[in-house]
């Protein structure tokens, strides 16, 4: 059985009733081929961006997909039209897409400071595109090889994104090693207060920290 979602259907699917409308928005997790993060393509399905907690959603279209055998796992069939190239570029750089981690949001749109109404995670299983339509096929994120906790206490690594809501960092530059005390890091660029680590850890020989 295949049943194909729109936007709106998505939302019927989850039980999300009223006059407020709703938008389903896409963080894209890229990574390179040791799975190390690179950075996040952030797309809602809105004609025009939108902030959803401090977070800018680029606008863009799409639509899901999803078959269903009896007995069996959905198969969830992403299909957007990426017209800058954003998501086709990095998908060629890194390895066809496989393995990126996907976080679905259903938000409402008279609410975007409030937490959304859905977050579904997935990762990438399949990927394909032709010109500017890219098809991306979603499966469930494998828990058992996610890190618990999710932030490691490091001394001098920050955990933050670059730029981010927590970062905070304004400046010209572009790119940042997370470093405290690098030549490229928080110190360097004046964000200090903002370094996502903890420099007040006691490093021990031997130790990682």
């Known amino acids: ?11 019927e699917k989850n039980k999300i009733a009223g006059s407020v409308p709703f938008i389903v928005c896409l963080d894209v997790s890229v990574q390179d081929s040791a799975g190390v993060f690179v950075e996040s393509i952030k797309v809602a399905n809105n004609p025009e961006p939108i902030t959803v907690q401090g977070e800018v959603f ?7 997909d999803i078959k269903q055998e009896t007995g069996a796992q959905a198969d969830i069939t992403l299909s957007l039209y990426d017209y800058s190239k954003t998501v086709i570029n990095q998908m060629n750089k890194y390895g066809g897409g496989v393995g990126f981690k996907v976080k679905m949001l259903v938000v409402n749109t008279s609410q ?4 959304p109404e859905i977050i579904e995670y997935f990762e990438i299983i399949g990927a394909t595109a032709k010109e500017y339509a890219v098809s ?9 090889i996610k890190q618990v906790p999710g932030r490691t206490q490091l001394r001098d690594f920050c955990s933050w994104d670059f730029k981010d809501t927590n970062c905070g960092y304004l400046g ?12 490229n890091g928080c110190r360097a660029k004046n ?6 680590g903890f420099p007040g850890i006691i490093a021990r020989a031997g130790s990682y920290v």
């Open 112 to 115: 975007l400071d409030e937490l």
């Open 191 to 196: 964000n200090a207060a903002n370094f996502g």
């Open 136 to 144: 991306l096929t979603l499966g469930a994120e494998n828990f058992l």
């Open 58 to 64: 680029e606008k863009g279209a799409f639509s899901i």
């Open 1 to 11: 059985m295949s049943v194909s979602l729109t936007v709106a259907t998505v939302i």
């Open 172 to 183: 010209e530059q572009l790119t940042c090693d997370r470093s405290f005390a690098g030549t």
